[in-house]
């Protein structure tokens, strides 16, 4: 059944108009009619049956609340350098489906690519239209936050959040116990940034150990700036959800 | 310190030859000198650094042996469904980034694309290339082969391998217990089949059920088919390699 976040607060039983995009991919793409069954998400993380009552205006009814919990226990955002080509709108689809909370693009010292600042908030809706439609898609029920930092050292940190930086030498050097060890804890938010191709700089470095973030290595290969934000959320998923849910 | 795959077999002390491939690449792109150090793999699973000692030809001493495992301690065979676009270049690069043994590419039923049997030796041939470029890059001592079969039931199968379906319709009902219990039976093998964009077909299904396959659910949200097999690649990191080493 296809999913759509609309933005209003939605209530069991009640009847609503749907959004002109909802209605065009509803009606007119898929051919749905009176009777057909649809899920929506509304303001709230929760996800609805609704069967379609009128098609001109595109009507609904919420028929049901839909039970599981697609989210992550751990909100994860993912701080990652700018790098080329399309390679954010990739990580944002892939993050998307995997759990992420927030992706948080930053231009690196060492980055192959920066925003400008003026070309950012287009890059942002770009992006944003990806994670909705991945996050419809992945059957979630919050559409991940897109953010734009010009630069690591404007990250915005909360009080309680674990912190890892994904630090290529780390690997190499073997180590793979601060993931494990973090995630056992089972943080409630998790911050965890990665460099861009280049590799984070010493400075960049120097911010993230000034304010209390562990450098971690995941696993012994190394993995390239777009797959390393997968594998966490990844092991997030296997530790907190899988393995939390073997042992509740 | 970039990595290179030989195809001939390597000793410590010896000296050698670079193929005009690795040669065009460390001396002329990499604008490597006498006593710069590579690091090479030869037909063993083993790395090892080798210093220059001559630019025209271009040799090299195999100078020492790299300790360290970068491959997972499970052989796992990913078994694909051929989609749209570049979508198996795609998962090719990544799941060998994430440590895959095997990729097998198959025709399924209700697939989006299919490869004509003559046409398969050409993609096979960029796909091999693709995998020894991200082998090289995520320092591994294999390349994963690469193999199209013209259906599923055509998958070969070995005694002792476990053997999984990545199942939409179990990841839905919230199944989650397959995919542990399994890894934490550490088998040496594992074989994890996933259907195309359209999904795995009755019949598909009924052959592997009939074959011994488990059906699994790889988390609460549902994973594009190029995404499932970067999940469970992570998984089997994280449980059989991160999990094991914090065991053993």
């Given at each position: 059944m296809n999913r759509y976040f609309v933005q209003q607060p939605l209530?069991?039983?009640?009847?609503?108009?749907?959004?002109?995009?909802?209605?065009?991919?509803?009606l007119t793409v898929l051919r749905g009619q009176v009777?057909?069954?649809?899920?929506?998400?509304?303001?709230?993380?929760?996800?609805?049956?609704?069967?379609?009552?009128?098609l001109d205006p595109a009507t609904v009814q919420v028929t049901r609340a839909l039970s599981g919990q697609p989210e992550l226990p751990v909100a994860v955002t993912i701080v990652c350098g700018i790098g080329k080509g399309d390679k954010a709108e990739w990580i944002t689809q892939?993050?998307?489906?995997?759990?992420?909370?927030?992706?948080?693009f930053y231009n690196a010292t060492w980055g192959t690519?920066?925003?400008?600042?003026?070309r950012a908030p287009k890059k942002l809706a770009r992006l944003a239209a990806i994670?909705?439609?991945?996050?419809a898609q992945s059957h979630r029920t919050i559409i991940?936050?897109?953010?734009?930092?010009?630069?690591?050292?404007?990250?915005?940190?909360?009080?309680?959040e674990a912190r890892l930086v994904a630090y290529e030498e780390s690997a190499k050097a073997g180590e793979t116990a601060v993931l494990l060890q973090t995630l056992q804890q089972a943080p409630r938010e998790l911050v965890t940034v990665f460099g861009p191709e280049g590799g984070i700089s010493p400075a960049e470095l120097a911010w993230t150990a000034a304010h209390g973030f562990s450098n971690a290595g995941l696993g012994p290969?190394?993995?390239?700036?777009?797959?390393?934000?997968?594998?966490?959320l990844s092991a997030v998923s296997v530790v907190c959800e899988l393995q939390g849910e073997a042992h509740a």
């Open positions: 209530t069991l039983g009640e009847t609503l108009t749907l959004p002109p995009s909802v209605a065009k991919h509803a009777g057909d069954e649809l899920e929506l998400v509304g303001t709230a993380p929760q996800a609805y049956v609704a069967t379609i009552t009128g892939k993050a998307t489906e995997l759990g992420v909370s927030q992706l948080v690519a920066r925003w400008a600042k003026d994670a909705a439609g991945a996050a991940p936050q897109i953010v734009f930092i010009p630069e690591l050292a404007a990250l915005p940190l909360h009080d309680g290969r190394i993995l390239r700036t777009e797959t390393a934000p997968l594998y966490l």
